[in-house]
């Protein structure tokens, strides 16, 4: 859905760098969801956040990986010390939480290349 | 067991021909549930939900939903080309926001 913006779309970093993908939702929304999807894999799910909150974070890496969804400005999904395993193309989606029937509406992708 | 689970195909069928995609989860709880296209290289476009049981028609699609046998279909009639993608099953869980996906299931239609 174009509504949701992701930034940048391509991002290549070498091991040991750290990644910083960004996520404008769709205006109104204030949920956000972060997916993961390896090649020829399907998307799992990573972390859910409302603003300022994180909701459930049960996908998450224990180490190196961390999610932010400020009061102002997108959401912030932060990958420290990057290794060839984190390649992958990172999804975000939003909802409005009010009235959330399930319906997810992704944005286009970050797709990592951890060289 | 996966809580979502689809075969993986791929799956090829003729041009015109009805396309027939299969998913199962595990977890009875589950309410809602969803198809989503994803072409390659680019990100999941959600195609059909349904939520309670029986048939959902949407133009050529149709969802079909078995909750006491925990399994969700996707039919595509009159199959063409421009559907040759991969077919990603999702079921949100109760109790939870979030979406749980199958590995999907890659259609060829062969002119």
């Known amino acids: 859905n174009a509504g949701v913006m992701q930034n940048p779309r391509h991002l290549v970093r070498r091991r040991g760098q750290e990644a910083r993908l960004r996520c404008s939702p769709v205006k109104g929304h204030s949920h956000v969801y972060w997916y993961r999807q390896l090649p020829e894999e399907g998307l799992k799910f990573m972390v859910y956040l409302q603003k300022e909150n994180i909701i459930d974070e049960s996908g998450m890496p224990k180490e190196r990986f961390s999610a932010e969804f400020p009061k102002e400005g997108p959401s912030i999904l932060r990958i420290q010390q990057v290794v060839r395993g984190d390649s992958a193309a990172y999804f975000c989606a939003s909802s409005p939480g009010t009235g959330y029937n399930g319906e997810l509406f992704f944005g286009e992708g970050s797709r990592l290349t951890v060289l | 067991q996966k809580e979502v689970e689809q075969n993986s195909g791929p799956l090829s069928v003729p041009e015109g021909a009805i396309a027939s995609l299969n998913c199962t989860y595990s977890?009875?709880?589950?309410?809602?549930f969803f198809w989503y296209r994803q072409y390659s290289g680019k990100s999941p476009e959600l195609i059909m939900s349904i939520y309670s049981n029986g048939d959902k028609e949407d133009g050529r699609f149709t969802a079909q939903l078995n909750k006491a046998s925990q399994y969700v279909s996707l039919l595509i009639r009159d199959s063409q080309p421009s559907d040759s993608a991969t077919y990603l099953c999702?079921?949100?869980?109760?109790?939870?926001?979030?979406?749980?996906f199958g590995k999907g299931t890659k259609l060829t239609v062969n002119p």
């Open positions: 977890d009875r709880g589950s309410q809602s």
């Open positions: 999702a079921v949100n869980k109760g109790g939870s926001e979030k979406l749980v």
